[in-house]
């Protein structure tokens, strides 16, 4: 479920592996950081995101064999992040961003808010869920997605052991965060019909509060999302996850529950365009 996404999809062809995020593991070099809570605070949240990763591998079951298409031609270069000038989306589907162009740019577009989409909070809630799949998937997988995904996200043990409430949200006095932040985009493979994108991303997840035991950490993914254009717009049938790039941490002492809270709550995110 993210937790890192959701955090992939489900099961057999064309479906989407889903797998919520380990919680920052990676060695650091350069230096000690200073822990923002005891060693029981955080061995408890990994074991909650151990616990989660488990409960949502059964879904990922398969996935469908890799379209045929010709690589992308070209390589980064030293204008691989400027803007294209591409228009990123020309309207929504609820709160995800849709109408994206057809071509390269346009589904480069697409992995990245789609990414961000089921990296949320939305995620965590049935209603929501929901809506947000079937404005994200392809119509062709969008029934089995949604119940596939109902089986991870909606675990209630679980989510009590991540501290969240029977229907997904943060009890009262903590702040729910779950925020996949973009950091580049790279076109797999690409035809008029179908592309592979894959999306470096850092993700943002753990309740805020002065009583979380599960306290907001920083994990670093690659999802790759398989997209099919149909009915005018880029739509996901199959996404796949591994961890990092993961970059050095610096020593920085973490902020306390109070300003991340805060911080959730006054920094909206981005529409994202390639």
Known sequence: ??????????GGSGQTRTRLPEGN???????????????????TAVGVVVLLVAAIAFA?????????????????????TAATGTRPVTGTDGTVPTGYAHDEQGAQSAAANYATALGSTDMYQKGPREALIRAVYAPEVADTRVTDLDKGYGDTALLGRMGLQADGTAPQ????????????TKVESYTQ???TVSVWHSYLFGLAGEESRNPVSEAWYTKTYDLLWTAGDWKVVDVRQKDGPVPVGRDQRASSAQDMADAVEQFGGFTYAR
């Open 60 to 80: 990922n079951r398969g996935g469908g064999d890799p379209a045929d298409s010709a690589p992308s031609s070209g390589t980064p270069g030293k204008s691989a």
């Open 173 to 184: 006095g903590l702040t729910f965060v779950a925020r996949t932040i973009p950091v580049g």
């Open 193 to 195: 019909e179908r592309a």
């Open 25 to 43: 593991t990676g060695d650091v070099h350069g230096g000690t950081r200073r822990p923002a809570r005891g060693s029981r605070s955080l061995l």
């Open 1 to 10: 479920m993210s937790p890192g996404d959701e955090h992939d999809g489900y």
